[in-house]
């Protein structure tokens, strides 16, 4: 099997490198960001890419947006989400599509060896391996989730500044990003509060009162 692996730990990074080659499966790459994940699927598609959730630069949800470009730009290519944390919004979207060649793991409850090599066995063979706790993590959001809470930390701070009266390029010196950046953030997370489209409306206000409003 051909593996690349994504993780901004170097140590985990070896470490896996190492338990692969054991196991007689070949890592083609092994980089520490989302952008050279992408630039290395593009140069040489795996059988399957193993990917943490929050790698540089915002260290937020960089791989599971990596996870989503993946599927749509190498749709033969497994994904195998290795992380600590249940990134709620943007796994929800990549299992809105194609669930096949897919898994989500949380790496404090992988105790054995094994039971990992065989999850990436199945999403070779366009098989599934989630973790229960992200399943029912997941199945909780659906219910009753507050829309704030699918924020990333970045863009809630984007909001507060919004919230505060600033306008975007202040909240950009502020924050020490750019404008674009922070133009992004703010339609992100208009789309991820659900917040209409409707040209009577701005968008912007509905964002600073739903804020007020939690």
């Not at 051909?2 to 790459?29: F, P, Q, Y």
Request: charged share 25%.
């Amino acid at each position: 099997m051909r593996v690349i692996l994504a993780d901004d730990s170097v140590l985990l990074r070896e470490g896996l490198t190492r338990l692969l080659a054991d196991a007689g499966h070949e890592t083609v790459a092994a980089v520490g960001d989302a952008q050279a994940l992408l630039n290395a699927i593009d140069e040489h598609p795996p059988d399957v890419a193993v990917i943490d959730v929050r790698m540089p630069p915002t260290h937020t949800d960089e791989g599971l947006r990596a996870a989503l470009e993946i599927r749509r730009r190498h749709s033969g290519v497994g994904v195998l989400v290795l992380s600590q944390y249940v990134e709620k919004t943007y796994a929800a979207r990549l299992l809105a599509g194609d669930a096949e060649g897919l898994g989500y793991l949380l790496k404090d409850r992988v105790t054995e060896v094994a039971d990992f090599l065989d999850a990436l066995e199945r999403i070779r063979a366009g098989g599934t391996a989630f973790d229960p706790e992200v399943v029912r993590q997941l199945l909780t959001r659906t219910v009753h989730a507050d829309p704030l809470s699918t924020l990333s930390p970045r863009e809630t701070e984007v909001l507060r500044h919004l919230a505060q009266g600033y306008i975007n390029t202040v909240i950009a010196e502020r924050l020490h990003v750019s404008l674009s950046t922070v133009e992004k953030h703010i339609h992100s997370l208009m789309d991820k509060l659900e917040l209409p489209r409707d040209p009577g409306y701005s968008r912007r206000v509905l964002a600073i009162l739903r804020y007020l409003d939690n």
